[in-house]
Structures are given as C-alpha cells and as structure tokens.
Nanobody, 122 residues
Framework: QVQVVESGGGLVQAGGSLGLSCAAS????????MGWYRQAPGKQRELVAR???????NYADSVKGRFTISRDNANNTVYLQMNSLKPEDTAVYYC????????????????WGQGTQVTVSS
C-alpha cells in the first residue's frame, strides 16, 4: 500500500527554526494534496498548512508569515519550514497525503504519517 513517513522535529528554543519533511511511498499514481496537521496535548488536531500539486498553498492564521510549506512532486515529498517558533507551536506534527492509487481514476485515499514531536521551549 502506501507509507507516509515524517522526519525532522525535535526541541528548539522560542524564536528558533526547524524543518520537517515527509515522504510518501508505495503504489502511488499521483498525490493531489499534501498537508501538515498538528495536535497539542488536550487539543484537537488542526490544519497547519497544505499544498496542492500545482503549488497553491493554505496556512492556518496562527502560522502565516512564519511557516512555509513546499513539495517535490517527483519524489512525493512535502516539507514544512518553521521559523520564529513559539511555545504554542509545541505539538505532534502529522503529515498526510491524498493519494490516487488506480490509474485513470480520480478517487483519492488519505494516508497519515505516524507524527513527529516538535517542542518549543520558552
């Protein structure tokens, strides 16, 4: 099937930067949307940013101007560059991919990574 694996994350001081990457692999025909979500303790999972295959992006208001999402379509990889990090950015960050598995079809299946911890100390 499809595997989605995140890397990056870790511990950083407030004001610092971190980069996350996420690669999807398996029997993939194409990937339309790739995105990053996060979930802090006691809170619901929320969208951080997403990017469509053609390059259009959406960001949560809380990260606009600080985070940048990008992707490498040839390698089914999405990146999240996080700058000016704040303690409230602390969360487990999850990557997802909306994958087309069958040629000449448009039905998409959403796959999630296992998550990577980002901790921002004050």
């Amino acid at each position: 099937q499809v595997q989605v694996v995140e890397s990056g994350g870790g511990l950083v001081q407030a004001g610092g930067s971190l980069g996350l990457s996420c690669a999807a692999s398996g029997r993939i025909v194409s990937i339309n949307v790739m995105g990053w979500y996060r979930q802090a303790p006691g809170k619901q999972r929320e969208l951080v940013a997403r990017i469509i295959r053609g390059g259009s992006t959406n960001y949560a208001d809380s990260v606009k101007g600080r985070f940048t999402i990008s992707r490498d379509n040839a390698n089914n990889t999405v990146y999240l560059q996080m700058n000016s990090l704040k303690p409230e950015d602390t969360a487990v960050y999850y990557c997802n991919a909306d994958v087309v598995l069958i040629p000449y079809t448009t039905q998409e299946y959403r796959y999630w990574g296992q998550g990577t911890q980002v901790t921002v100390s004050s």
